[in-house]
T-cell receptor, first 108, second 115 residues
Framework: RKEVEQDPGPFNVPEGATVAFNCTYS??????FFWYRQDCRKEPKLLMS???SGNEDGRFTAQLNRASQYISLLIRDSKLSDSATYLC?????????FGAGTRLFVKA | NAGVTQTPKFQVLKTGQSMTLQCAQDMNHNSMYWYRQDPGMGLRLIYY???????DKGEVPNGYNVSRLNKREFSLRLESAAPSQTSVYFC??????????????FGPGTRLTVL
């Protein structure tokens, strides 16, 4: 089993749709969680950290479920510019593990 | 303030050739990382340096060496390139290697092809 798993997609959604991604992790001792965004042939960039209480940044909401060992990302009112690959990241100790990413295409 | 810079952007090598990928950051970060990204596999950590003067192996270190030259610079060397090392290489830096606020900042990547 991979340490961090994501549905690779692609998710094809119309503008204005709500879309959700999940990411599961295997190590219950994981300490920190993040969502990164990666545009085609570009470097990953931090989208948001994920806190136990859940957190929101504009149209984006991140949740952490430690009992079931998954994190989620919800995007509301999707924009064309949201088209990208979304990577979940899990950290324990000095170990950083990236998921393989979920591709999102938002269409007009 | 350039953030994280990498050179070269593109490189083509023949099997057995050697090369060094350069990385520098101007954010006064303690920790630096080298990753490779292959289709469908996400980013995999090759080596990291928690602080100046220290380096440690990551998930896929075989075939690579690193040097933390100073706080700013972290280089990755391929001594004898193999086709399996064809990949996109990213350098990253962060304030620390652990903790809740370990945001990593990435360079633009080096696209390496080994023939």
């Amino acid at each position: 089993r991979k340490e961090v798993e994501q549905d690779p997609g692609p998710f094809n959604v119309p503008e204005g749709a709500t879309v959700a991604f999940n990411c599961t992790y295997s190590n219950s001792a994981s300490q920190s969680f993040f969502w990164y965004r990666q545009d085609c042939r570009k470097e990953p960039k931090l989208l948001m950290s994920v806190y136990s209480s859940g957190n929101e940044d504009g149209r984006f909401t991140a949740q952490l479920n430690r009992a079931s060992q998954y994190i989620s990302l919800l995007i509301r009112d999707s924009k064309l510019s949201d088209s990208a690959t979304y990577l979940c990241v899990v950290i324990w100790g000095f170990k950083t593990i990236f998921g393989a990413g979920t591709r999102l295409f938002v269409k007009a | 303030n350039a953030g994280v810079t990498q050179t070269p952007k593109f490189q083509v090598l023949k099997t057995g050739q050697s090369m060094t990928l350069q990385c520098a950051q101007d954010m006064n970060h303690n920790s630096m990382y080298w990753y490779r990204q292959d289709p469908g596999m996400g980013l995999r950590l090759i080596y990291y340096s928690a602080s100046e003067g220290t380096t440690d192996k990551g998930e896929v270190p075989n075939g690579y060496n690193v040097s933390r030259l100073n706080k700013r610079e972290f280089s990755l060397r391929l001594e004898s390139a193999a086709p399996s090392q064809t990949s996109v290489y990213f350098c990253a830096s962060s304030g620390t290697t652990s903790g809740a606020y370990n945001e990593q900042f990435f360079g633009p990547g080096t696209r390496l092809t080994v023939l």
